[in-house]
């Protein structure tokens, strides 16, 4: 390799080949080296995510066949003004293949025909019944405590908290509980499809999704981790047995905080006993939001609030939380409004190539998100639609603190008891 190298001062790269017939100006690698370390950030989170996301559990592995001495479950649907979607959810649940069940639906004091679309839904079959949830009583939140009439009613030796606005299949159950009894889990939660039909659910639920994702990985990055701050569920199906329920003190153990089901599962874990999430998708849908006006005040309701309850490093990390919070739509309109400016003559050189490559780098990571699905990539071209609203949601939940504003009910999100 004697004599295949240029000084660095005279500002060329090394020839480190002989074959090689030409030299690489060292300022070259630099100016595009340099912007694309910068990029790192917008590249290193997506592929990471993907890795973690593809490590993650299914119903699917599980029979579909219930064991023979299937233990009876009983479903408690929380229902407060769901007449659009109870019909559906009822239905759903009665034509389940497995063999043992009642349905308790909790009429949380509903002001629209819930009951009377529950009572019909149902047709008369002995596993339906539907039980009045008494006044809310201070300093519990509406779904707390109805699910705690729920359980009270409940004779299952398996409970299933589930919302009213899902669906589902019919072998949801048998499999649910056969993954119950082969991981020995205290609590079972389950995350299905998200229904999105409108415009803006195709917007803006890919963008939320995406952050938990970011956040928390794939089941098994959940399931294994050591931390209980690291612990999810997914409120829309929650399993519990019976006496890991009573023996957290049931719903009444989180009835202080708006994102329940994540602090369930913190408390579960908190107790030494063992919370297990895996996917559904075939097994449970669920349109959470039909509208723009529905993704915010949903949305906005426990992303600072409930997030406040998942930061890490105490008082510290929920100090620096609004901001980290504001990152994820920041990070995705800063490279765009550079190569605006660029447009005007206003940025050049590497600040240029980094926002580029930043800008391209997130259009291929939105691209993925929607094909994965089976959306049409097209949507991909909207995210910067997607992030200036999630960053109006965003600051907008970060004003209110924990006040939080649901059906026509006012909240303070206070910290778990006990946790």
């Known amino acids: 390799?004697?004599?295949?190298?240029?000084?660095?001062?005279?500002?060329?790269?090394?020839?480190?080949?002989?074959?090689?017939?030409f030299q690489v100006p060292y300022h070259s690698i630099?100016?595009?080296?340099?912007?694309?370390?910068?990029?790192?950030?917008?590249?290193?989170?997506?592929?990471?995510?993907?890795?973690?996301?593809?490590?993650?559990?299914?119903?699917?592995?599980?029979?579909?066949?219930?064991?023979?001495?299937?233990?009876?479950?009983?479903?408690?649907?929380?229902?407060?003004?769901?007449?659009?979607?109870?019909?559906?959810?009822?239905g759903s649940i009665l034509a389940t293949t497995y063999p043992r069940l009642e349905l308790i639906v909790v009429d949380d004091n509903s002001n629209d025909?819930?009951?009377?679309?529950?009572?019909?839904?149902?047709?008369?079959?002995?596993?339906f019944r539907i039980v009045d949830n008494p006044p809310l009583p201070d300093g519990w939140f509406g779904k707390q405590w109805a699910c705690t009439t729920g359980s009270a009613a409940a004779r299952g030796e398996i409970l299933l908290f589930t919302d009213a606005d899902t669906h589902h299949a019919p072998d949801?159950?048998?499999?649910?509980?056969?993954?119950?009894?082969?991981?020995?889990?205290?609590?079972?939660?389950?995350?299905?499809?998200?229904e999105m039909v409108s415009f803006w659910e195709k917007l803006i639920q890919p963008q939320m999704f995406t952050i938990?994702?970011?956040?928390?990985?794939?089941?098994?990055?959940?399931?294994?981790?050591?931390?209980?701050?690291?612990?999810?569920?997914?409120?829309?199906?929650?399993?519990?047995?019976?006496?890991?329920?009573?023996?957290?003190g049931g719903h009444g153990s989180v009835r202080t905080v708006v994102a329940e089901d994540m602090v369930l599962a913190q408390t579960v874990f908190a107790r030494g006993k063992k919370p297990v999430l895996m996917l559904g998708v075939d097994q449970l849908s669920t349109r959470m939001y039909s509208s723009l006006k529905a993704l915010l005040e949903g949305w906005g309701k426990n992303v600072f609030a409930g997030g406040l309850d998942s930061v890490p490093?105490?008082?510290?990390?929920?100090?620096?939380?609004?901001?980290a919070l504001l990152t994820p739509p920041l990070m995705q309109l800063v490279p765009l409004i550079v190569l605006l400016s660029a447009a005007i003559g206003l940025a050049s050189g590497g600040l240029l190539i980094w926002a580029s490559i930043a800008a391209a780098a997130t259009l291929l990571w939105w691209v993925v998100v929607y094909a994965q699905p089976g959306e049409s990539p097209l949507y991909a071209l909207l995210y910067p639609l997607g992030a200036i609203v999630l960053l109006y949601l965003f600051s907008r939940a970060i004003?209110?603190?924990?006040?939080?504003?649901?059906?026509?009910?006012?909240?303070?999100?206070?910290?778990?008891?006990?946790?």
């Not at 390799?1 to 090394?14: A, N």
């Not at 025909?113 to 596993?127: F, H, I, L, N």
């Not at 990055?221 to 047995?241: L, R, W, Y």
């Not at 009910?409 to 946790?419: F, K, M, P």
Request: proline fraction near 6%.
């Open 1 to 21: 390799m004697s004599g295949q190298f240029v000084s660095y001062s005279r500002q060329w790269f090394p020839v480190v080949s002989p074959a090689l017939q």
């Open 30 to 90: 630099v100016r595009y080296l340099i912007p694309a370390l910068w990029s790192l950030p917008w590249i290193l989170p997506q592929v990471i995510t993907y890795f973690r996301l593809r490590n993650s559990r299914s119903l699917d592995d599980e029979s579909p066949e219930a064991p023979a001495d299937a233990p009876l479950v009983s479903v408690i649907v929380p229902a407060r003004n769901e007449a659009d979607n109870i019909a559906r959810c009822v």
């Open 113 to 127: 025909q819930t009951p009377d679309v529950a009572r019909a839904a149902a047709q008369s079959d002995d596993r």
């Open 172 to 194: 949801l159950l048998a499999r649910s509980v056969n993954a119950i009894r082969r991981t020995g889990a205290d609590m079972f939660s389950v995350a299905g499809r998200q």
């Open 212 to 248: 938990l994702s970011m956040r928390y990985g794939g089941t098994e990055s959940v399931n294994d981790s050591p931390h209980a701050k690291e612990k999810i569920a997914n409120g829309q199906c929650i399993f519990f047995t019976r006496s890991a329920y009573d023996s957290i």
């Open 313 to 323: 490093f105490g008082r510290a990390g929920q100090m620096i939380f609004p901001l």
């Open 399 to 419: 004003v209110r603190g924990r006040q939080v504003t649901w059906k026509g009910r006012s909240y303070t999100s206070r910290q778990a008891i006990g946790l």
